[in-house]
């Protein structure tokens, strides 16, 4: 079953951002780690928290409705 939303543009800007923020979070999280960065290991994780909480967000979004009984 698809659902259908009158503001799909904005479930798939949620979906896209946390994957790039996850994405993106990653990878400063090694580079801060491995060059011992403070700064960009800390704005790594917080891109990681970022991106989970959009895509956390547009789950609860989607899953949101009628219950089915």
Do not use: H, W
Not at 19 to 35: E, K, M, S, Y
Not at 39 to 65: D, M, P, Y
């Amino acid at each position: 079953m698809v659902a259908q939303t009158s503001d799909g543009r904005i479930l798939l800007v949620k979906k896209l951002g946390g994957l790039f923020a996850i994405i993106f979070g990653c990878l400063l999280t090694a580079v801060g780690v491995t060059f011992e960065y403070g700064g960009t290991t800390f704005i790594g994780v917080l891109l990681l928290i970022v991106g989970a909480a959009l895509l956390v967000l547009k789950i609860i979004r989607r899953n949101q409705g009628p219950p089915l009984t």
